[in-house]
Protein backbone atom coordinates (compact mmCIF):
# COMPACT_ATOMS: atom_id res chain seq x y z
CA UNK A 1 0.00 0.00 0.00
CA UNK A 2 1.34 3.13 -1.45
CA UNK A 3 1.53 6.25 1.69
CA UNK A 4 -1.15 8.21 -0.14
CA UNK A 5 -3.97 5.10 0.21
CA UNK A 6 -2.77 5.06 4.17
CA UNK A 7 -3.60 8.18 4.86
CA UNK A 8 -6.68 8.44 2.75
CA UNK A 9 -7.60 5.35 5.05
CA UNK A 10 -6.83 6.94 8.23
CA UNK A 11 -9.92 9.41 7.81
CA UNK A 12 -13.56 9.10 7.82
CA UNK A 13 -14.43 10.66 4.83
CA UNK A 14 -18.00 9.94 4.91
CA UNK A 15 -18.87 11.96 7.97
CA UNK A 16 -17.08 14.87 7.07
CA UNK A 17 -19.21 17.86 5.26
CA UNK A 18 -17.63 18.56 2.04
CA UNK A 19 -18.43 21.95 0.77
CA UNK A 20 -20.77 20.98 -2.16
CA UNK A 21 -22.94 19.75 0.80
CA UNK A 22 -22.13 16.44 0.45
CA UNK A 23 -20.42 14.01 2.27
CA UNK A 24 -16.31 14.69 1.64
CA UNK A 25 -16.31 10.83 0.31
CA UNK A 26 -15.95 11.21 -3.38
CA UNK A 27 -12.81 13.74 -1.76
CA UNK A 28 -10.91 10.40 -1.16
CA UNK A 29 -11.48 8.94 -4.70
CA UNK A 30 -10.15 12.77 -6.19
CA UNK A 31 -7.31 12.72 -4.42
CA UNK A 32 -6.15 9.08 -4.96
CA UNK A 33 -6.97 9.66 -8.90
CA UNK A 34 -4.93 12.53 -8.69
CA UNK A 35 -1.99 11.53 -7.11
CA UNK A 36 -1.95 7.65 -9.50
CA UNK A 37 -0.19 7.59 -12.11
CA UNK A 38 -3.00 5.41 -14.19
CA UNK A 39 -2.63 3.48 -17.04
CA UNK A 40 -1.13 5.87 -19.20
CA UNK A 41 1.51 6.83 -16.27
CA UNK A 42 -0.08 10.22 -16.38
CA UNK A 43 -2.68 11.25 -13.27
CA UNK A 44 -5.93 13.12 -13.37
CA UNK A 45 -6.62 16.11 -12.77
CA UNK A 46 -9.30 16.83 -10.11
CA UNK A 47 -10.25 20.54 -8.71
CA UNK A 48 -10.80 20.27 -5.01
CA UNK A 49 -12.52 24.42 -4.97
CA UNK A 50 -15.83 24.69 -3.93
CA UNK A 51 -15.25 20.95 -1.93
CA UNK A 52 -12.19 21.28 0.32
CA UNK A 53 -11.21 25.16 -0.63
CA UNK A 54 -12.51 29.22 -1.83
CA UNK A 55 -10.67 31.96 -2.14
CA UNK A 56 -11.87 32.74 1.37
CA UNK A 57 -13.18 29.76 3.16
CA UNK A 58 -11.51 25.88 4.07
CA UNK A 59 -13.93 23.49 4.49
CA UNK A 60 -14.05 20.50 7.46
CA UNK A 61 -12.30 18.19 5.08
CA UNK A 62 -9.06 20.60 4.62
CA UNK A 63 -6.93 18.82 7.50
CA UNK A 64 -7.47 15.33 6.32
CA UNK A 65 -6.60 16.56 2.80
CA UNK A 66 -3.59 18.22 3.45
CA UNK A 67 -2.43 15.20 5.40
CA UNK A 68 -2.71 13.54 2.22
CA UNK A 69 -1.21 15.92 0.01
CA UNK A 70 1.92 15.57 2.12
CA UNK A 71 1.60 11.82 2.36
CA UNK A 72 1.65 11.74 -1.76
CA UNK A 73 4.29 13.85 -2.10
CA UNK A 74 6.19 11.88 -0.06
CA UNK A 75 5.79 9.02 -3.28
CA UNK A 76 7.06 8.74 -6.61
CA UNK A 77 4.40 10.59 -8.20
CA UNK A 78 3.96 11.75 -11.71
CA UNK A 79 5.43 15.22 -12.30
CA UNK A 80 2.36 16.99 -13.34
CA UNK A 81 0.63 15.51 -10.13
CA UNK A 82 3.16 17.21 -8.43
CA UNK A 83 2.63 20.38 -9.41
CA UNK A 84 -0.87 19.69 -9.05
CA UNK A 85 -0.61 18.73 -5.19
CA UNK A 86 1.76 21.81 -4.50
CA UNK A 87 -1.01 23.79 -5.61
CA UNK A 88 -3.15 22.09 -4.02
CA UNK A 89 -1.07 22.10 -0.37
CA UNK A 90 -0.55 26.01 -0.79
CA UNK A 91 -3.94 26.53 -1.31
CA UNK A 92 -4.27 24.83 2.09
CA UNK A 93 -1.97 26.87 3.80
CA UNK A 94 -2.99 29.74 2.60
CA UNK A 95 -6.34 29.73 3.41
CA UNK A 96 -8.01 32.29 5.44
CA UNK A 97 -11.00 31.12 7.12
CA UNK A 98 -13.07 28.17 8.55
CA UNK A 99 -16.47 27.27 6.95
CA UNK A 100 -19.13 28.57 9.81
CA UNK A 101 -19.95 24.91 11.42
CA UNK A 102 -15.95 24.08 11.75
CA UNK A 103 -16.05 27.00 13.13
CA UNK A 104 -18.51 26.89 15.77
CA UNK A 105 -17.02 23.54 16.84
CA UNK A 106 -13.64 26.01 17.74
CA UNK A 107 -11.94 24.67 14.63
CA UNK A 108 -9.34 27.01 12.79
CA UNK A 109 -8.78 24.47 9.89
CA UNK A 110 -5.95 27.23 8.13
CA UNK A 111 -4.20 27.01 11.86
CA UNK A 112 -4.11 22.76 11.36
CA UNK A 113 -3.32 22.90 7.89
CA UNK A 114 -0.40 25.07 8.70
CA UNK A 115 0.53 22.91 11.44
CA UNK A 116 0.30 19.73 9.24
CA UNK A 117 2.50 21.73 7.00
CA UNK A 118 5.10 22.73 9.89
CA UNK A 119 5.02 18.65 10.71
CA UNK A 120 6.13 17.96 7.03
CA UNK A 121 9.05 21.07 6.91
CA UNK A 122 11.84 18.44 5.49
CA UNK A 123 9.53 17.01 2.91
CA UNK A 124 9.15 21.03 1.68
CA UNK A 125 12.71 22.21 1.76
CA UNK A 126 13.34 18.59 0.17
CA UNK A 127 11.09 19.29 -2.81
CA UNK A 128 13.03 22.94 -3.40
CA UNK A 129 16.39 21.52 -3.35
CA UNK A 130 15.59 18.14 -5.41
CA UNK A 131 13.88 20.49 -7.78
CA UNK A 132 12.75 17.73 -9.77
CA UNK A 133 10.09 19.28 -11.84
CA UNK A 134 9.35 22.03 -13.27
CA UNK A 135 7.54 24.33 -10.93
CA UNK A 136 7.81 22.25 -8.06
CA UNK A 137 10.76 24.06 -6.02
CA UNK A 138 9.65 27.23 -6.28
CA UNK A 139 5.72 26.14 -5.19
CA UNK A 140 7.24 24.52 -2.73
CA UNK A 141 9.24 27.67 -1.16
CA UNK A 142 6.29 29.43 -1.18
CA UNK A 143 4.52 27.04 0.65
CA UNK A 144 7.97 27.31 3.17
CA UNK A 145 7.26 31.19 2.62
CA UNK A 146 4.34 30.64 5.00
CA UNK A 147 4.77 27.98 7.38
CA UNK A 148 8.82 27.67 7.78
CA UNK A 149 9.61 29.31 11.17
CA UNK A 150 12.89 29.39 10.69
CA UNK A 151 13.63 33.10 8.48
CA UNK A 152 17.06 32.95 8.76
CA UNK A 153 17.16 28.96 7.40
CA UNK A 154 14.45 29.94 4.88
CA UNK A 155 16.94 32.78 3.58
CA UNK A 156 19.79 29.95 3.36
CA UNK A 157 17.76 27.57 1.15
CA UNK A 158 16.53 30.75 -1.00
CA UNK A 159 20.36 31.76 -1.56
CA UNK A 160 21.75 28.14 -1.96
CA UNK A 161 18.08 27.29 -4.56
CA UNK A 162 18.29 30.68 -6.36
CA UNK A 163 19.12 29.38 -9.65
CA UNK A 164 16.17 27.45 -10.10
CA UNK A 165 13.68 29.25 -8.01
CA UNK A 166 11.02 31.93 -9.95
CA UNK A 167 11.75 35.44 -9.28
CA UNK A 168 8.83 36.30 -7.00
CA UNK A 169 11.17 33.23 -4.82
CA UNK A 170 14.32 34.93 -5.14
CA UNK A 171 13.56 38.19 -4.54
CA UNK A 172 11.13 37.50 -1.67
CA UNK A 173 8.22 39.25 -3.02
CA UNK A 174 6.23 36.19 -2.18
CA UNK A 175 7.48 35.75 1.38
CA UNK A 176 4.51 35.83 3.70
CA UNK A 177 5.82 38.22 7.00
CA UNK A 178 3.29 36.38 9.28
Known amino acids: M ?44 VSLEGHVWSPVVLWEPAPAVTSVVLAALADDVAPTAR ?10 VT ?17 LCKD ?3 QSLWLLHKEVM ?11 FEILTVVEPDRARLRRVRKI ?5 PVCCRTGLCDDDA
Open 2 to 45: RPVETEIARHDWKSMLCGCGDSAEHIARDLLRLADRGSRQEPSH
Open 83 to 92: GWLLDLLQCM
Open 95 to 111: GEGTDSESARRGLDLPE
Open 116 to 118: LAV
Open 130 to 140: SNRAPGAAGAA
Open 161 to 165: AADWL
